[in-house]
């Protein structure tokens, strides 16, 4: 089964029914399908084939549901890029994967314009909204064309999606994901994250739908799930668009859900039809998560994955989120939960042999859902993808349930005076004092010990701490060497356009004009 009969089978079946929202506009599943193909019709007439990159460049719009689904049903790649960057990395992204055409919020296009000259393969530029000179006009391109079907047949192991890495250690480099693989990923979705996904339900995403959300467009689209569309997180407008179109599944991330959860009006606000509140792509500090499950119940489902292995490795079910049980039972509030179904992992050492549970090692994947390899990298591609296996470069540990616990990034790891310290369990301790909102730990580079251990922190509204009593907390509850010597506080930590708080974004300052080793 292919991308484009599954868009034009389930436009069939659910017809009339809602299947976008955006504020006060709503389009039908019927509306959809017919723009989509209207989308083909001119990409084809455009000269676009099978095999072709084309990317799209926007924040959240209703229309990049339509234009995925256009790509697909003459077997384009899609491209779907952090709208973000600076437009140097944009450039080099589009010249990199070889787009030749670009769909652009004219916002973004403006940003961009000024260096159309060193795009090398861009000949075609839409922009969504707005009249900008040398570009086609959205509405006019969907309006021009035919909404007869589309369905170009094509190759299953091809590439179907290219999507870029944070580049945080250089480069982004370009996943590449076949249609078969993508197809994989829904399936995962449906059969592990949210098996009971149905027609009655509304989806909301709470970020960026060039990245994971964006692997929940086919998973609603096949169920007649209503999929409402917000153009950025903002706590009041997300209640209002729960209490509106009364949504029942939520996609977010840790920091999104914390903002949720510390709003004033969290508590008056009729949140009853919520069911079911996805959270992922960054580690969950255990606090918060008690906090949220007091505030919204029994609602939460985490999520494990990275783009070489997207969005699906292991999930914490919602029965797994124990507060008050034995105390093995709560301590895996701490996980990522354990494999999906289709989905192999282990906790392996360098080797790749696995190691017993409670061991630290490396997590691994392997599954029909994982990338083919990195974009015209083979080098980078051999070095992560290794006899059939993901190797993410996380280091973690597995009980003997099988419930895999999640310890920090290999290149995040801190070396102070020889130990190792990783910085996510001396965030967790943080995130249990009553004072603190937000926390990142990091390394700094120090004469004695090599590096030393570094806190960035806010404070809650109106709460109150100084750095010696956290530093305190900290070393009445860890290793002495793993405690923060310096805490820094801040009004906010910076975050990615997916909500993770970059700490590397924190650390580099201090490594200006000096070499820090990757592990």
């Known amino acids: 089964?292919?991308?484009?009969?599954?868009?034009?089978?389930?436009?069939?079946?659910?017809?009339?029914?809602?299947?976008?929202?955006?504020g006060a506009r709503r389009w039908s599943f019927a509306d959809v399908n017919r723009r989509a193909n209207a989308i083909a019709h001119g990409l084809l007439e455009l000269g676009i084939k099978t095999g072709d990159r084309v990317a799209t460049l926007s924040r959240n719009r209703p229309q990049h549901i339509e234009i995925l689904f256009g790509?697909?049903?003459?077997?384009?790649?899609?491209v779907a890029l952090n709208s973000r960057l600076s437009p140097e990395e944009i450039v080099w992204q589009l010249n990199d994967c070889g787009a030749t055409a670009l769909f652009a919020g004219a916002e973004?296009?403006?940003?961009?314009?000024?260096?159309?000259?060193?795009?090398?393969?861009?000949?075609?530029?839409?922009?969504?909204?707005?009249?900008?000179?040398?570009t086609i006009a959205y509405e006019e391109f969907v309006g021009g064309h035919r909404t007869t079907d589309v369905r170009?047949?094509?190759?299953?192991r091809a590439p179907g999606r290219i999507f870029y890495t944070g580049g945080t250690t250089g480069r982004a480099k370009g996943v590449v994901v076949t249609w078969q693989s993508d197809l994989a990923v829904t399936r995962?979705?449906?059969?592990?994250?949210?098996?009971?996904?149905?027609?009655?339900?509304?989806?909301?995403?709470?970020?960026?739908?060039?990245?994971?959300?964006?692997?929940?467009?086919?998973?609603?689209?096949?169920?007649?799930?209503?999929?409402?569309?917000?153009?950025?997180?903002?706590?009041?407008?997300?209640?209002?668009a729960v209490e509106r179109e009364r949504v029942t599944v939520i996609k977010t991330v840790p920091t999104v859900l914390a903002r949720l959860t510390a709003a004033p009006d969290v508590k008056t606000r009729d949140l009853r039809s919520v069911r079911t509140i996805i959270y992922g792509a960054s580690p969950m500090p255990v606090e918060q998560l008690k906090t949220a499950l007091a505030v919204f119940g029994p609602v939460f489902v985490q999520n494990y994955g990275q783009s070489e292995a997207p969005m699906t490795i292991c999930l914490l079910r919602k029965e797994d989120h124990v507060v008050d049980?034995?105390?093995?039972?709560?301590?895996?509030?701490?996980?990522?939960?354990?494999?999906?179904?289709m989905v192999r992992v282990k906790v392996a050492a360098d080797d790749g042999r696995e190691v017993p549970a409670g061991e630290l090692g490396e997590i691994l994947v392997q599954g029909d859902h994982v990338m083919e390899g990195y974009w015209k990298n083979p080098d980078a591609t051999g070095e992560t993808l290794r006899d059939g296996w993901i190797h993410t470069r996380d280091i973690g540990?597995?009980?003997?349930?099988?419930?895999?616990?999640?310890?920090?990034?290999k290149s995040e790891m801190i070396i102070t005076g020889g130990l190792n310290v990783y910085p996510q369990e001396v965030e967790q301790v943080l995130y249990q004092h009553p004072a603190v909102f937000e926390a990142s730990v990091f390394g700094v580079p120090d004469a004695r010990w090599g590096e030393t251990v570094k806190a960035a922190v806010v404070l809650k509204p109106a709460a109150t701490a100084d750095a010696d009593e956290l530093m305190d907390f900290c070393r009445a509850r860890l290793a002495s060497y793993k405690k923060p010597t310096t805490v820094d506080f801040h009004a906010e930590l910076p975050k990615s356009d997916t909500g993770k708080i970059l700490r590397r974004a924190l650390q580099e300052p201090y490594w200006k004009g000096r070499d820090r080793r990757i592990h």
């Not at 089964?1 to 029914?17: E, N, P, S």
């Not at 049980?325 to 179904?341: C, K, M, N």
């Open 108 to 134: 973004q296009w403006r940003r961009i314009a000024p260096h159309r000259g060193d795009l090398e393969t861009v000949r075609d530029v839409i922009v969504l909204d707005g009249a900008v000179s040398e």
């Open 152 to 156: 170009l047949p094509g190759d299953a």
């Open 1 to 22: 089964m292919d991308h484009a009969t599954l868009v034009a089978r389930h436009a069939q079946r659910y017809g009339g029914k809602t299947a976008v929202v955006f």
């Open 325 to 341: 049980g034995p105390p093995h039972q709560v301590a895996r509030l701490a996980s990522i939960g354990r494999p999906y179904t």
């Open 71 to 78: 790509k697909s049903k003459i077997a384009a790649v899609d």
């Open 188 to 240: 995962n979705l449906l059969l592990d994250l949210v098996p009971d996904l149905g027609a009655r339900d509304v989806f909301l995403g709470l970020q960026p739908l060039y990245h994971a959300v964006g692997t929940f467009i086919l998973p609603c689209w096949i169920r007649g799930t209503t999929h409402v569309v917000v153009e950025d997180f903002d706590a009041a407008r997300a209640f209002d």
């Open 397 to 409: 540990r597995a009980d003997e349930d099988g419930f895999v616990f999640l310890v920090d990034r």
